[in-house]
């Protein structure tokens, strides 16, 4: 990730058009903070029905049921008419279809229009970063911004205050999309670390697991906080490696998003750890949370990392082995209090 390629928002530079992509819980939230801001939002969803009440009704009753959303924002099925004369694409779409999202609006966008995502979490199969997904797919010159932060999606549409980050390689891009977001109950930082902020956001939500599972096999709160510090490390250790910035899993992308979903009981990662920790099977955890649970796909990518640079991560491949690897929760404690007795940093801050 080097060079900063120059960009200069063309449209209203004031209030630029936004086209949300994805109206799930988070899309819904994001797409109803910016209208709130006088930007012209336009939400696209697959699901009429709830497109609809988006649009007629100003309510998601799908996932965000009881929060009234500003009358300016529109709902469409229409990708194309979603996209129509926008200067800002938002992609927030889950990370399994994060790519053909990207297919679809590939050639549908206006030519100046950036595109952001919101989306955590790794491509399921490869393992891409999703900045490497979307350079993939988009042409070379589109500028491309991660935006991540603690921040679920219920308190958003609440408009309680929140804080996030918006990191491009292009300055002016990461920007725009923060100055889209910021506003009166929300601070949107940036910065230029795509690799951390996206491995920060899509780390956290494995380490939810395993704090939740801890909660729910009532194991204390020393045990919670020993995971959350032990779960920062292996963040930082793996961020080196790839080569992300410290600061990066220091701030809002990390440590700030570590925090919410390991202590939060909104986060659905960890009220699916909670589930686990309590002898619910994956099946029957998954089916009451009924929404997406990125953590499940991630841990194998994660590890699908972690192994390509040779980094141990105990706390991640023993929420991956419980998610997939057939090692129940308790099996998974007695792993890790089995792990040899060692300096905190053996070899400086990120020795394992
Ligand atoms: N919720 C939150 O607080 C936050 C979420 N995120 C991230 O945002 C992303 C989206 O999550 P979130 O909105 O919470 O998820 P939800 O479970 O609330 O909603 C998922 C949405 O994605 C839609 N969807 C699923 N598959 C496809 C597809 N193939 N094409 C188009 N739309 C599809 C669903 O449509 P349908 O209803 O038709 O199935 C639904 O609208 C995730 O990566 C998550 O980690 C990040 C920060 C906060
Ligand atoms: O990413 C989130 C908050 O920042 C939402 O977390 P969950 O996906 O675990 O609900």
Same mark, same amino acid.
């Given at each position: 990730m080097s060079g900063h390629p120059t960009y200069t928002p063309d449209g209203d530079a004031a209030r630029p058009a936004v086209a949300v992509l994805g109206a799930g819980s988070w899309g819904t939230a994001l797409a109803a903070l910016i209208a709130r801001h006088g930007h012209r939002t336009v939400l696209w969803g697959r699901d009429r029905d709830t497109v609809a009440a988006i649009d007629g009704r100003h309510e998601n009753p799908r996932y965000l049921p009881g929060i009234p959303l500003p009358d300016t924002l529109r709902a469409t099925p229409d990708l194309a008419a979603a996209l129509d004369g926008c200067d800002l694409v938002l992609v927030v779409t889950p990370s399994h279809a994060f790519a053909e999202t990207l297919h679809a609006l590939a050639p549908l966008r206006p030519a100046h229009a950036g595109v952001a995502w919101a989306t955590k979490g790794? !491509?399921?199969?490869?393992?891409?970063f999703l900045h490497e997904v979307a350079g993939g797919i988009l042409p070379d010159d589109v500028p491309l911004a991660v935006v991540t932060g603690p921040s679920f999606a219920k308190e958003v549409a609440a408009g309680l205050p929140t804080a996030l980050t918006v990191h491009s390689d292009t300055p002016a891009f990461a920007q725009q999309v923060a100055d889209t977001l910021h506003g009166p109950a929300f601070r949107a930082y940036t910065g230029e670390d795509m690799l951390g902020a996206e491995l920060g956001g899509a780390m956290k939500n494995v380490l939810a697991v395993a704090t939740g599972v801890a909660d729910g096999m009532d194991l204390g709160l020393n045990a919670r906080a020993g995971l959350i510090t032990r779960g920062l490390n292996e963040m930082l250790r793996l961020n080196v490696a790839i080569g992300g910035k410290v600061e990066t899993l220091m701030g809002l992308a990390g440590l700030g998003d570590l925090v919410l979903t390991c202590t939060g009981d909104l986060s659905r990662n960890r009220r699916l750890g909670l589930a686990l920790g309590r002898g619910q099977s994956i099946a029957d955890a998954v089916r009451e949370i009924?929404?997406?649970? !990125?953590s499940i796909q991630t841990a194998d990518e994660v590890m699908r990392q972690a192994d390509r640079h040779g980094v141990e991560l105990p706390i991640t491949s023993t929420v991956r082995d419980v998610l997939h690897g057939g090692i129940t929760p308790a099996e998974g404690l007695r792993r890790l209090m089995a792990r040899e007795q060692k300096p905190e940093y053996p070899t400086g801050l990120f020795g394992d």
């Open positions: 790794f !491509e399921p199969g490869s393992g891409r009924g929404q997406v649970v !990125e």
